[in-house]
């Protein structure tokens, strides 16, 4: 048997590996191994439970005020006597987290495969995204297997100077768990949510959190949904607000008080799927969300500088905003405004995947090691 080890510590990392760790239990050919960093706590343990995962190994390195030198020092000593112990034929890691960049230095340290998945994002500007950027990039120099989600990320890392037969496009595993949870019934438990009237209002869906945002840049996002706000009544913003203290004092001085702006605690991933799913637009700084909302039908405008996910932009069903108070304002009139514009978008081809992503990663592992 191939012995393959999953490692991820976030809620979206979770979320994204939740269906490829259920593919690679349920193959009879692969004994798969589980260990989480919780580099997130809480919320990863709530994607744990509903994909009824049972992780092997739990690092649980989540600390009150935690740096990034913190978590990689964290990760890099839990991580070594997990991989003496277990000698897995592959460790996989998803992403650009610190967590996968630490986990795939300390398999580079054992000499042990790593697979990438969701590999070959780049923006280019190492500082942007701040640090998935360079995590992404570094993880690149290390892996043995490249699952890209795309053409274009498969091209970014053909121009690095990756071998080809390396690198299979996948399409990406956020659609395989998106799919799987939104066809579940479900009902909002937050109150909140339940008051809602998803029948005759029109919801936008917002997140807002990147480090590269705090400040400035959140204040004009923020003064510009306070604008949507006041201007349309029909209007309700629905705002899960992240933990972190500066955005949530940010979202308190800019969104607080307002009739139709809802700030409420971030949602675990079936609630928050579900209410993406019933929602008019989405207006975000999440990478995954900008590969959700398509496949669901939901436009989505990219309230940062760039992005890595180009293909969204390329296809129609994202806009990028930007990070001005005025782009984002006029950006979402004109989704509230203009119905051609609008069903442009809905109506796009979603370019992330069909749902089948995990099932093309694990037919690649067995390929590459029936080569090997």
């Known amino acids: 048997m191939i012995k393959i080890m999953s490692v991820f510590g976030t809620r979206p990392e ?8 259920k ?5 009879p050919e692969i004994e798969s191994v589980v260990c989480v960093t919780a580099q997130h706590r809480s919320m990863l343990d709530q994607v744990l439970e509903l994909f009824d995962i049972n992780p092997d190994y739990d690092l649980d390195i989540m600390k009150p005020n935690q740096t990034l030198t913190m978590i990689s020092a964290n990760v890099l000593s839990g991580i070594e006597p997990v991989l003496l112990k277990e000698k897995p ?21 054992q000499q042990i495969p790593v697979g990438h998945v969701e590999a070959g994002l780049r923006t280019y500007d190492k500082y942007s995204p701040f640090p998935e950027e360079m995590n992404r990039l570094l993880v690149s120099r290390i892996a043995e297997l490249y699952f890209a989600p795309t053409e274009r990320n498969r091209q970014n890392l053909l121009r690095e100077g990756v071998d080809a037969s390396r690198i299979p496009v996948t399409g990406n595993t956020v659609i395989d768990a998106l799919l799987d949870v939104a066809g579940r ?9 339940k008051n809602i009237d998803f029948e005759n209002k029109r919801v936008i869906t917002v997140t807002c959190h990147r480090r590269e945002n705090l400040g400035e840049y959140m204040a004009n996002i923020f003064n510009a949904l306070a604008d949507i706000a006041r201007e349309f009544d029909d209007v309700e913003i629905v705002y899960p607000v992240h933990l972190n203290p500066k955005v949530r004092d940010a979202a308190a001085k800019y969104l607080g008080g307002l009739r139709n702006v809802h700030l409420i605690d971030p949602l675990s991933y079936q609630p928050f799927v579900n209410l993406q799913a019933r929602s008019y637009f989405i207006l975000t700084d999440s990478g995954g969300m900008q590969e959700e909302a398509p496949a669901l039908g939901k436009p989505v405008l990219v309230v ?3 992005t890595e996910r180009p293909e969204a932009i390329e296809a129609g069903t994202a806009r990028l905003a930007g990070v001005e108070r005025q782009s984002v304002y006029s950006m979402a009139k004109e989704l509230l405004t203009d119905e051609a514009s609008y069903l442009k978008m809905a109506h796009a081809s979603n370019p992330y995947g069909d749902g089948h992503a995990c099932e093309r990663i694990v037919a690649e592992i067995k390929k590459y090691f029936e080569a090997v």
């Open 23 to 27: 593919k690679l239990e349920a193959d």
């Open 89 to 109: 034929d592959m460790v996989l890691v998803h992403g650009d987290t610190t967590t996968t960049f630490i986990t795939a230095l300390a398999c580079f340290y």
């Open 304 to 306: 940062r500088r760039e």
């Open 14 to 21: 979770a979320i994204k590996m939740a269906p490829l760790v």
């Open 185 to 193: 019934p479900y009902e909002f438990e937050d109150e909140t949510l």
